[in-house]
């Protein structure tokens, strides 16, 4: 079978989680400082807060930059639901501008538009997500969050190590956020960081996933305990190492399929734009003039497994309805009933993927 995902785990992680559990110190400590400085390195951050998830390491942003009650946050509608709902967590409003049908991120031309005739202060933040393993045109973000002056907070639970001009996706805002989870291009189990611009905010953000602790039984704001273990982080050591070589794997299987499916008149593969690094959590196509059902259990015949990776635009999600602001979400759902994402991680072989790609070449014959 080839799955839509798999772990790499190595003797490395093996014996870094049998370390920390022979010295007894499993739960937060050390090893978690060590992971949260070398990561932010990574990114090219200054300040990380290591969390238990993503979907927490994104609260902890929006938390940390005062972003509360009735406070609105322009998003997307084509992500994954933890995006939107960290924002309903502090009873926030996300706006959802539509994405660009090419790169299936944030259209800023809407995200712009949208501003120069709604532009109120109660918009506070821009929550930009790098879908998919591609980043977002960040230096025309930025400068839309300026003219605003919006704090910006980049959700990167899919894009380790994507670049916009050599510059890591997790570097512009003022947070970014990660997550570990097993099928993520990098993995602690369950986990998750926020990374941070500003000295005062990550200090904010530490305090808020620590019980909002000043001291051990002295709390000064409301907090959580969204505290990471060391555990995960000595899992997170071994798999940063391994970061690059994993996304070059992705970048490689990706090349494949680009190269293998350009002609095959049902399939359009996924874009590079100039200047972007792609790491290919997902590598998703948009199917046209076929049924994707049909392509679905055409893939499963034959071992292989693909996923459908958004089946909605989250404006659709009723429970949304009285708690979020529709600007649009046109391209959001019609892609939703189009896309089909197809294996890419990097535990498959360069056959695996050709075969993928000459069992949906049979579609074309
Ligand atoms: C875009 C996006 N944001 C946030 C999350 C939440 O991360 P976690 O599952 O680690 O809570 C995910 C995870 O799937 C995601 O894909």
């Known amino acids: 079978m080839i799955n839509m995902a798999k772990p ?3 003797e490395e992680e093996i014996n870094a989680v049998v370390d920390v559990m022979k010295s007894g110190m499993i739960a937060t400590g050390a090893v978690v400082a ?54 309903l967590f502090n009873r926030s409003v996300p706006v959802f501008v539509d ?32 879908i998919f393993g591609l980043a977002c045109d960040m230096n025309r973000l930025q400068q839309i969050a300026k003219k605003y002056s919006l704090k910006v907070i980049e959700d990167c639970a899919q894009s380790h190590g994507a670049l916009v001009n050599e510059q890591k996706a997790g570097s512009f805002g ?56 060391n555990i995960a982080a000595a899992i997170g050591l071994e798999q940063l190492k391994k970061l690059d070589g994993m996304n070059d794997v992705r970048r490689r299987n990706a090349a494949i399929y680009d190269k293998e499916l350009s002609g095959n008149p049902y399939i359009k593969t996924p874009i590079e734009p100039n200047g972007f690094k792609h790491v290919y959590h997902q590598y998703t196509v948009v199917l046209e003039g076929v049924e994707r059902a049909e392509v679905q259990a055409l893939l499963a015949e034959n071992q292989i497994g693909s996923a459908i990776v958004y089946p909605f635009s989250i404006t659709e999600q009723v429970f949304y309805n009285d708690k979020s602001v529709n600007v649009g979400d046109e391209n959001a759902r019609a892609l939703s009933r189009k896309v089909l994402s197809l294996p890419v991680h990097p535990a498959l072989t360069e056959e695996n993927v050709l075969k993928v790609c000459s069992v949906l070449n049979t579609l074309a014959k």
């Open 99 to 130: 994405i660009d049908p090419q790169t299936f991120t944030l259209d800023l031309d809407k995200l712009e538009a949208y501003l120069e005739s709604n532009y109120d202060e109660s918009i506070k933040a821009i929550m930009v997500v790098h």
């Open 8 to 10: 790499e785990m190595g």
């Open 174 to 229: 003022d947070a970014s956020c990660f997550s570990f989870y097993p099928t993520k291009n990098m993995t602690t189990s369950e986990g998750g960081i926020t990374l941070f611009k500003d000295e005062s905010v990550a200090a904010l953000g530490r305090k808020y996933l620590n019980h909002g602790r000043v001291d051990q039984y002295e709390h000064d704001v409301l907090g959580y305990n969204y505290r990471m273990t």
């Open 34 to 87: 060590d992971f949260e400085q070398k990561f932010a390195d990574y990114i090219g951050m200054p300040f990380g807060a290591a969390s238990c998830n993503g979907t927490t390491a994104l609260h902890i942003a929006l938390l940390a930059l005062g972003i509360g009650e009735g406070d609105r946050v322009l998003t997307t509608p084509f992500t994954f639901i933890a995006s939107s709902n960290s924002i």
